[in-house]
């Protein structure tokens, strides 16, 4: 994350040290050509640009250009003064016209006298008093056709203190036509020549500008003096539209001698500018698959949407702002490119925040005829001249609408990415803050890094599944969900410490915990610990080497975990001999270790069976069933401690848990309607009892236990529900 960089104010450049785009150059040659200019009269040149693209900068530059000349010719005496005439800061006809006489008389004053000053005063009060009335005549002189006509008159009368303000220094005197040519005398003798600038004219309103346009072509024609206007031509045309029916074509070519048009900059330059500011604010891409990626979302989902440097400016903007809280949550080059649509197509934006359903991860059905086309779909009503960079975007963010259908490794890598596409990590994009499921980057980043901490490891695990995220979720499996994705960052020499970490407390944190965002099609936390060990042993490790490191591990591992993996190694060897064996690729164990380990469960279940943690576990009734299968003499071991456990009221208590079957149904759909309601019901597992006892005899054996004598509450519950299953069962 980058911090403490201050939004771009798009404040325009004034030396050439600071041009990003090569407009210097030209710059250069525009004020040469100015300052070169002998005997002007109200000579009027035009810079054009497009909103956004540098007009004032360059307007800056030209200024640069010329009183650096001034400088190395400070004795010539034709020395030309720069007039900053700022038109938007001042609101009317009125208010435009007075400031644009006062800044013209303040600096002809400086180097003409007193009685220029005196002329443009009495020259102001005519203009003003007359009010609505020059406006007509103005437009008449402009205008070469006698057809054209004024749509709307004037702003109406001058307002009273504006009359009374240039009363104080405005007098009496001739006509405004003679007041203009002694004015004119008075400026001809003189060497000074005077250039006014008037910038960002596109800002005013369409009665102001054209306003100045009048003022430049009336009193502004005076020798030796010149102007520079700045402004998007478009945008000049339309507000000359908004009051003339015709001729809008050669309004300003009968006010504007010479207009030159401000290249747009080199798509290599912007681009480069673009880039800079986002590392700038955002930071570079950490390696070169982030870099590969960041530089072919950068190609098709933002430098299509950059036309001029102001745009690079909103989008830098928006990025100082937004990317701060999720700088660590989002992947770069996915949030830069939703950024970018956020700003410029605001409508799709909108489009995908809602699409998640429609965009996201991939399809692993089938593709019908009419599911084809589901990016056309998602970009109905779009308008066509804009469809062809947002298609090309949205297929670069979301692989999905590509047609392409992609595999469970790819939506793991999609998600450990934290890329837009995951519907994991989506909603972070919007919210710009990560959901409670969702892991912070450095808090995994960190467990990646402290894997060989065995109480680091064991402690992030159990305070996980302590932690309550939402109803019957802990945090748990969002955890186990991102080792599953950063499986591959673990450093290889703490991957026998890492598992035996785990294994040791598995049995702890193993719950039936439904996590919808995950990639891991499970509801156990123990599967999501056997498929990231999976993933680890069978991608990093030989045949040799995963047998020892797994054996190694299970000597100290949780006995449920060591129940399941026993039985699995036991089975893969089982089918070597069949006609569809488990390839060897996908085989935990060598031959000659599953004996060993088979040993080591056995060790196990024994102890536990001594100790009284057999009977609590959640798994009893499969780790009974691992015991048989794999006792030596169970009429010495399974057998006799199975009798015993009969005889105890609370041992009765964890076989009726173990033996009652619980399932969640919903009832059948009306119509259309599906019914989402799940109903608990519950059944005595008679079949499975079969295997260890007779069910006569564990019934009676229920039937006598005092409920209110030594058995908790859950306990006695147990004890009740298996015989009311088992008594509904024989109606």
Not at 68 to 82: A, D, M
Not at 476 to 505: H, K, M, N, Q
Request: net charge negative; with cysteine; hydrophobic share 40%.
């Amino acid at each position: 994350m980058v911090s403490d960089i201050a939004l771009n104010d798009d404040a325009a450049i004034s030396e050439p040290e600071q041009d990003l785009f090569g407009v210097n150059d030209l710059c250069e040659a525009i004020a040469d050509r100015i300052y070169e200019s002998q005997s002007p009269v109200g000579t009027t040149i035009a810079l054009n640009g497009v909103w956004g693209s540098g007009k004032s900068s360059a307007a800056n530059l030209i200024c640069y250009h010329l009183r650096s000349r001034n400088s190395k010719q400070s004795e010539h005496p034709s020395k030309l003064t720069i007039v900053e005439f700022r038109c938007w800061w001042f609101k009317g006809r009125e208010s435009v016209t007075l400031a644009f006489l006062q800044e013209l008389s303040s600096a002809i004053e400086k180097t003409v006298g007193e009685k220029a000053r005196a002329l443009f005063a009495a020259i102001g009060k005519k203009m003003l008093s007359a009010g609505s009335a020059i406006g007509p005549a103005v437009a008449i002189a402009a205008s070469s056709t006698p057809e054209t006509k004024l749509v709307s008159a004037s702003t109406g009368s001058l307002a009273k203190g504006v009359i009374d303000f240039a009363s104080q220094f405005f007098s009496d005197s001739d006509s405004l036509e003679v007041l203009v040519q002694e004015l004119s005398e008075l400026l001809r003798d003189r060497s000074e020549r005077f250039l006014v600038v008037v910038d960002d004219i596109d800002r005013l309103t369409p009665d102001e500008a054209i306003q100045v346009f009048h003022l430049v072509n009336s009193v502004g024609r005076l020798p030796n003096v010149m102007f520079l206007l700045v402004f998007d031509r478009q945008l000049a045309e339309e507000a000359v539209s908004t009051l003339f029916v015709s001729d809008v074509s050669h309004f300003l070519e009968k006010i504007v001698q010479v207009s030159f048009d401000l290249p747009l900059p080199r798509r290599a330059d912007l681009n480069n500018y673009a880039r800079k500011e986002i590392y700038r604010r955002c930071g570079e891409p950490h390696d070169s698959r982030s870099e590969k990626y960041f530089v072919n979302v950068f190609a098709d989902c933002v430098v299509p949407f950059l036309n001029v440097p102001r745009d690079v400016v909103r989008l830098s903007n928006a990025i100082s702002i937004t990317w701060p809280s999720v700088s660590n949550e989002v992947n770069l080059a996915d949030f830069v490119g939703l950024e970018t649509i956020r700003i410029f197509e605001h409508d799709v934006y909108e489009r995908v925040r809602n699409g998640k359903r429609l965009i996201c991860d991939t399809k692993f059905s089938s593709y019908h005829e009419d599911d084809t086309d589901e990016l056309g779909k998602f970009l109905e009503g779009i308008e066509t001249s804009s469809r062809s960079r947002l298609e090309k975007a949205l297929k670069r963010l979301f692989p999905r609408l590509t047609g392409v259908q992609h595999n469970d490794d790819t939506l793991t890598d999609w998600a450990k990415e934290r890329r837009l596409c995951s519907s994991k990590h989506f909603e972070t994009y919007f919210r710009l803050f990560p959901r409670v499921d969702i892991i912070p980057k450095a808090e995994i980043e960190e467990f990646i890094a402290r894997a060989d901490d065995r109480d680091f490891v064991q402690s992030s695990l159990l305070s996980a599944k302590s932690e309550q995220i939402e109803s019957g979720l802990s945090r748990l499996p969002v955890l186990l969900d991102e080792l599953y994705c950063r499986w591959d960052e673990i450093d290889p020499t703490a991957y026998e410490s890492f598992f035996g970490a785990i294994l040791e407390v598995v049995d702890e944190i193993d719950a039936n915990e439904i996590y919808d965002s995950g990639l891991l099609a499970t509801g156990r936390n123990l599967v999501r610990v056997q498929a990231t060990i999976e993933k680890i042993v069978f991608s990093k490790m030989s045949m040799e080497e995963r047998s020892k490191t797994l054996l190694s591990v299970c000597m100290q591992a949780s006995l449920g975990w060591l129940s399941e993996f026993a039985y699995d190694a036991y089975d893969q060897r089982r089918r070597r001999a069949t006609s569809q064996p488990t390839p060897e690729h996908r085989c935990y164990l060598l031959e000659e270790d599953v004996d060993t380990l088979i040993d080591v469960f056995l060790d196990s279940v024994k102890s536990a069976s001594m100790d009284g943690k057999l009977i609590r576990h959640q798994h009893l009734l499969r780790i009974l069933r691992h015991w048989a299968l794999f006792s030596k003499d169970r009429e010495s071991d399974l057998n006799p401690w199975i009798k015993d456990q009969l005889k105890d009221d609370k041992s009765l208590s964890y076989f009726a848990l173990a033996f009652t079957h619980e399932r969640h149904e919903t009832g059948g759909a009306v119509g259309e309607l599906s019914n989402h309601y799940k109903e608990i019901t519950f059944h005595a597992n008679v079949q499975s009892m079969r295997e260890f006892f007779e069910p006569p005899e564990f019934r009676r054996c229920l039937e006598n236990v005092d409920l209110r004598q030594s058995l908790t509450e859950d306990q006695a519950r147990w004890i009740t529900r298996i015989l009311s299953c088992w008594e509904q069962s024989e109606i």
